[in-house]
């Protein structure tokens, strides 16, 4: 079975055949029911009479018994997404004026309504900020603009564009790379002082949620250069800058190299990858993983220039307390003896 996403028509299709060795006959509902994620046969069924689907390019009825080699092809329109809508969220708002505004996003906080995270968002959060603003200043078209992202759990700062035009100047410098943008990281072991890791990245082949390096010309290309702030035992703090910007790209940097992004549940982070894993060093690690709850990743300084006035403008953020706490317990207990 093939499913593929038809932006320009906004359906999804599906195409599959039914095997050679297909012995039973089985009605066409209950066969699509089976192979279609989160189908149920009420939605089938409304599809097929809808003429949403066709067997080796004809209609045919629920109750179509299934032959082997029959070509299945399912084209479903698909439903809008809901409308988001403004909440009042406390937002860490370090800088704004009638332009832009700068965001330190907490950990846990999804930056973009999507798909099981309609609400609760950092856009919710901006739309009801942005809403209060218009109500004292008379104007209605003020818009929170996403110019770039951070995953759920990765903390630190975010520019958001409040006109349309601030919003395409800023686009444009993230995609020119013309921003300075670095992370401050905990990774597992010890890279060398300092290094710069290339490689393509893609979905994986065997879970299509994960991020991976790929073969050349296989993903997209993805450069991180990165800096060791501080070495401990077995671990390090590396400040991250990145040339390009994929989803998941630091994280699955440092994991293809060896040095996972500690607590890192997604790719790999959460076990002790280095020195030894008995004992007192066992729990502790145990404890600083299970406190901290993600990976720890955190977006510190972030430069541009500003969309009208055309300064350079930076803005540094302080680690937020729990990525703070596993760098002090770091620093009392497994200092490096090199």
Not at 47 to 58: H, P
Not at 105 to 128: C, D, F, I, Q
Not at 142 to 150: M, N, Q, T
Request: a negative charge; proline letters at 4%; hydrophobic letters at 35%.
């Amino acid at each position: 079975m093939s499913k593929e996403e038809n932006s320009e028509k906004k359906t999804t299709i599906y195409e599959f055949k039914v095997p050679d060795g297909q012995q039973e006959s089985i009605r066409l509902d209950v066969y699509i029911t089976g192979f279609v994620e989160n189908a149920t046969r009420n939605k089938v069924q409304d599809a097929i009479k809808s003429g949403y689907v066709t067997v080796n390019g004809k209609k045919e009825k629920s109750s179509y018994k299934m032959m082997p080699g029959d070509e299945i092809f399912i084209e479903l329109p698909k439903a809008p997404p809901p409308e988001a809508k403004a909440e009042e969220i406390d937002l860490n708002i370090v800088y704004e004026d009638d332009d832009i505004i700068l965001v330190n996003k907490e950990a846990g906080m999804v930056v973009h309504p999507a798909y099981g995270n309609w609400s609760g968002t950092l856009v919710n959060g901006l739309m009801h900020h942005v809403d209060e603003l218009a109500g004292e200043e008379d104007d209605e078209n003020i818009r929170p603009g996403i110019v770039h992202r951070l995953d759920k759990d990765t903390s630190g700062l975010l520019v958001v564009a409040k006109t349309d035009e601030a919003l395409a100047a800023l686009s444009a410098k993230f995609a020119e790379k013309d921003v300075e943008r670095t992370y401050w990281a905990i990774v597992w072991g010890t890279p060398k002082e300092e290094g710069t890791v290339e490689g393509d990245i893609g979905r994986s082949r065997h879970d299509r949620k994960l991020m991976t390096v790929l073969p050349e010309g296989k993903g997209k290309r993805a450069v991180t250069h990165y800096k060791v702030l501080e070495y401990f035992d077995y671990l390090s703090l590396v400040e991250v800058k990145l040339e390009t910007g994929r989803t998941h790209q630091i994280r699955v940097h440092m994991a293809h190299i060896g040095h996972n992004v500690f607590g890192d549940p997604t790719y790999g982070g959460t076990s002790v990858r280095y020195g030894p894993n008995t004992g007192a060093r066992k729990t502790m690690f145990h404890k600083l993983i299970i406190g901290l709850g993600r990976q720890a990743l955190h977006a510190k300084t972030l430069g541009f220039e500003h969309p009208t006035t055309g300064e350079m403008i930076s803005f540094d953020s302080e680690l937020p307390d729990d990525f703070s706490h596993v760098l002090e317990t770091l620093r009392e207990k497994c200092k490096a003896e090199y």
